[in-house]
């Protein structure tokens, strides 16, 4: 019985070994192309200067990988705290532009357009498939006056002025990968805003009789004189930071200005003054912290050196 069972055993045995290869067979090559950035889904790209974003390289198959920034920028080491504002500890790699790591931290510490460029080679074609933005502009609707009627002609009701009105719907894009030699080229250039703190800066005009002058309002010597119930006009100057709120307080009198989609810089307006006397005025320029957090609130208040006097 005991054979039986042994003889039994070898046979099965014997069916797996000849249904089965001992050979190893790699699975096939396999190369792809992807990346995450902390601005996620966002069409723009925004960082406050002295802050960093975070970009990793998820692709796969690459035979080569670069990460390019620019000069004055840094490579920080992760993983950095969420509550740390100060990341020159953490900087890896001083004075280098150039890194091979898979996921990079840069620390911005330039104003304006800044590039970080993704170079990856592979074997094989790939291409990166992405959502963006269509812009479709409609035009700007002018107001018109009521026109009466008028013998056999009917009235024309008034039309009310409308903003342009801009339409972004998301559709689909792909970047290829081009074949340069015998590889397969992925070049792609982030271009990461961004924006210093706010350093607030203005003008002020005059009109008198169908004229209009810049006033003087940087000295405390200066004094800007205007009959009561007539205006001047402020300008927002500023250069650094990106307000998107203005505001002009005169005594009692405000002039607040906010941008919208309709009117993305709104930076001048008219300041009627109806009160008598001598006044001082402040100049506020803010930004409030965006959806995301990549830009935090920000507000620098402009004291006007010049004196407002009001006359009858």
Request: hydrophobic content about 45%.
């Amino acid at each position: 019985m005991k054979n039986k069972v042994i003889i039994i055993l070898l046979m099965i045995a014997g069916i797996f070994t000849s249904c089965t290869d001992n050979t190893y067979e790699a699975p096939p090559a396999f190369s792809d192309v992807g990346w995450y950035t902390s601005a996620f889904q966002q069409e723009n790209f925004v960082v406050a200067k002295g802050q960093f974003a975070s970009f990793t390289d998820a692709s796969v198959g690459t035979l080569d990988h670069t990460w390019t920034i620019e000069e004055g920028n840094s490579f920080l080491k992760g993983p950095i705290a969420l509550k740390e504002t100060k990341f020159d500890s953490y900087i890896i790699y001083p004075g280098a532009v150039e890194t091979t790591d898979k996921t990079i931290h840069v620390y911005f510490k330039n104003e304006g357009f800044q590039k970080v460029r993704l170079y990856n080679t592979f074997n094989d074609y790939v291409a990166y498939r992405y959502k963006t933005f269509a812009i479709a502009a409609k035009a700007a609707v002018v107001a018109k006056a009521a026109v009466p009627a008028t013998g056999d002609a009917p009235a024309v009701p008034a039309v009310a002025a409308a903003p342009a009105v801009v339409a972004v719907p998301r559709m689909d894009a792909v970047l290829p990968a081009v074949k340069v030699g015998d590889k397969w080229v992925i070049d792609y250039t982030f271009n990461v805003k961004v924006v210093d703190t706010i350093v607030a800066k203005m003008q002020v005009t005059q009109t008198v009789a169908g004229v209009t002058t810049t006033v003087s309002h940087q000295n405390a010597t200066d004094v800007i004189t205007i009959k009561k119930g007539t205006r001047l006009q402020f300008i927002d100057l500023t250069e650094k930071g990106d307000p998107t709120t203005r505001t002009w307080k005169i005594g009692a009198a405000t002039l607040t200005l906010n941008n919208t989609a309709a009117i993305p810089n709104n930076n001048n307006g008219l300041l009627i003054f109806n009160t008598v006397g001598d006044f001082k005025g402040t100049f506020t320029a803010s930004r409030a912290s965006t959806a995301a957090g990549a830009l935090p609130n920000d507000t620098d208040i402009y004291n006007i050196p010049a004196t407002f006097r009001v006359v009858p």
